[in-house]
């Protein structure tokens, strides 16, 4: 099977009802990025961070995977495919996707604030226990934090994702404005030659030349990309 690997970020959450970062109204210009999204802001209130992060984990129980995370996880029947993913939301995995590398962490889970990447730390929250309290301990004994990569952190995951892009035979870009590295970053490890799809209804520069627009909002985009993959629209059983 061709290996298909898929960078995917906000946009492609957008319709699901999960506001993206960049765009008017998105979550950055509602919440100061360098208090709660940041190393230096951890430092600085880690009260107000869990509380950020415990708002965006209640928002995720009213809200289900759109028709393009659905696509995508089809996809699998025809592909060898990896999703490398920007997004701490686990829409990908609901909608059936078996391979997700969560390139800046996940939101259902919460770690060690000594060392974020101990395993023995990492604990996955549920629907009935998502909040993070005040002072809560990490089982290190340091305060719990998101498993989320801050900005100013590094992303463990990104050689990871620069191995997947090397071998990819199909790479598509859903939903990124390709504003943040080491992410956007990732189309240079594309071997020339290798077709690239991205999917947004804007304007994206990606960085290099040859690639294959599809100027439609995630969900019409994965529709029109099925079918140029497979040659047919994708079933709707
Ligand atoms: N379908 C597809 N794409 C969409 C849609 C949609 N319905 N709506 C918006 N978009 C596009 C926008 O045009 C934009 O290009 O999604 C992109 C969203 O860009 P950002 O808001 O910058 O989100 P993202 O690229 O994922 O941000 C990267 O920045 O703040 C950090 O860690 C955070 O993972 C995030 C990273």
Redesign the pocket.
Known sequence: MKKLVILT????S??SGIS????AG?L?EKYP?QQV?SHDGWLADPELVNRFYNERRRQLFDVKPNRAHELVARLERHFDVAVVT??VDNLHERAGSTRVVHL?GELMKVTSSRNPDDPDCIETLTRDNFEVQPGQRAKDGSLLRPYIVFFQEAVPMIETAAMLASQADIFVI???????YP?AGLVHYVRPGTPIYL????E?DAHMPGVNYIRK??SD?MEELTRLLLGKPEDNE
């Open positions: 970020g906000a946009g492609i957008a319709e993206t970062f960049r765009d998105g950055w990025v999204a920007q997004n800046h859903i939903g990124t404005s390709l504003n943040v992410a999917i947004d209804p804007n994206v909002k995630a985009g």
